[in-house]
């Protein structure tokens, strides 16, 4: 809590991956699980930068999601604290769904912008039938990805072009 207060996002990360890996079994490592996912989130810049911390963040939310489906009464913990952590847990149950969403969004995105920057720019590199299988690939995986989202559909689209100027001689 207090590295993150204090913008120290590194140092936040090491201690909240020391009290995982050192008690996995605590009631603790639950809010840790949560709060890796988001710190990395935080650290998210955009879909046309580095996509490393978008992937950390989508495994610690998964992992979150798998691990923490449920949780159980400590031994000693009150029924009372036991039921305030119930509802902490929830919400942040219900904050891991929206925060994986948003992070597979972040990805597709990212996913999108290469493939458009193949279709629109790869033939100042390439032969155009070299570079329409990349764009294709990475519209590809931004649908796979998040396949509900504003990125799947305009990669659906993009895809539907591609395939109108392959079939046009």
Known sequence: ???????????????????????????????????????????????????????????????????????????????????????????????????LARMRDMLARSKLEIGKFYHNHGHKFAPRGSVEQPARQYYNEAITIAPNSESARIAAELLKTLDKTKSQP
């Not at 590295?3 to 890996?21: F, G």
């Not at 580095?50 to 979150?64: C, I, M, P, S, W």
């Not at 159980?72 to 149950?93: C, I, Q, Y």
């Open 1 to 99: 809590e207090i590295a993150r207060r204090d913008n120290k996002e590194v140092e936040a990360i090491d201690s909240l991956e020391r009290l995982i890996n050192l008690y996995p079994e605590d009631r603790l490592s639950e809010k840790a699980y949560f709060d890796l996912a988001v710190i990395h989130e935080s650290m998210v810049k955009g879909p046309l930068y580095d996509q490393g911390a978008t992937l950390k963040a989508v495994n610690f939310f998964e992992d979150y999601l798998i691990l923490f489906e449920a949780i159980d009464r400590a031994p000693r913990e009150s029924e009372n604290d036991f039921a305030k952590r119930r509802e902490s847990w929830r919400v942040r149950l219900a904050k891991a769904e929206q925060g």
